[in-house]
């Protein structure tokens, strides 16, 4: 039996880890991509192959910068010299703002910075896998389910003026889910975006009494924090083809945040 292959950008901590945990868990080998913290790849490489049923499956740390254009080339080539293929990418790599600032007075450069990590990064390494898989399409006689899930953030729909940049990042994220669906239906290749809500990772570390009070006030209607696991088995099932007539779909992963209520 032929193992699936994915590569989880940003995938050494947070929700990307927990991403690449379900996924091995489901059998998968994972490109497991980091910026900068190599040993944070390894750890969780080690804990993916610990709780994988098969051990042909592989866990492999590829370091890659989505920002920079060269990076991200370099980054799928290491990922096919590895694997040999790529049957999933999960855009899940993404920043938050150094210091929130309120946008009458916040400044450019976070604003590129989010932008080209968050927006440009994921939109232009989608566009590197989608060239590969059409072209190889050609030459393949039996292509295998292949698939792409964007992580957003309930900010695609919720306004913090403190971090406008982020907010507005990740609006962009969710037309460019829509706009890979669009183009690559026809081919077979089925896009989804994962929208998560108050994630309990190093980035809300910051925030946490604020979140906790929110919580315990009814922010959120299933009454906690959501966690890497959680992120990581919808983009499971995702990957695993168990939506296949259902490209393009938002799947929310926040506890009810999203519902409108009196």
Not at 53 to 58: D, I, L, N
Not at 144 to 149: H, N
Not at 231 to 247: E, I, N, R
């Amino acid at each position: 039996m032929t193992i699936p292959v994915a590569l989880v950008t940003g995938a050494s901590r947070g929700l990307g880890r927990g991403i690449a945990l379900e996924l091995a868990k489901a059998g998968w080998s994972v490109g497991i991509n980091y910026a900068g913290n190599r040993a944070a790849a390894e750890e969780c490489a080690a804990l993916c192959a610990a709780a994988a049923p098969s051990r042909e499956q592989r866990f492999v740390p590829l370091q890659g910068d989505i920002a920079d254009s060269a990076s991200r080339a370099q980054l799928l080539a290491q990922h096919l010299q590895e694997f040999g293929r790529i049957d999933n990418l999960v855009n899940n790599a993404g920043i938050a703002p150094s210091v929130r600032a309120d946008i009458v007075e916040a400044g450019e450069d976070s604003f590129d910075r989010l932008v080209s990590t968050n927006t440009k990064g994921p939109y232009f390494l989608t566009q590197a896998v989608a060239k590969h898989w059409l072209a190889a399409a050609k030459d393949d006689v039996a292509v295998r389910y292949r698939s792409i899930v964007f992580v957003t953030s309930i900010s695609v729909h919720t306004a913090s003026t403190a971090r406008g940049d982020y907010c507005i990042s990740k609006a962009g994220v969710a037309m460019a889910t829509q706009l890979w669906a669009s183009r690559l239906a026809a081919d077979g290749i089925n896009v989804y975006e994962v929208r998560p809500g108050i994630m309990k990772t190093d980035m809300t570390a910051g925030v946490t009494s604020k979140y906790d009070a929110l919580i315990a006030q009814g922010l959120v209607p299933q009454a906690r924090w959501g966690t890497g696991e959680d992120v990581g088995l919808a983009v499971k099932a995702l990957a695993s083809g168990d939506f296949p007539f259902s490209t393009g779909a938002v799947l929310d992963v926040d506890g009810g945040f999203q519902l409108r209520r009196l």
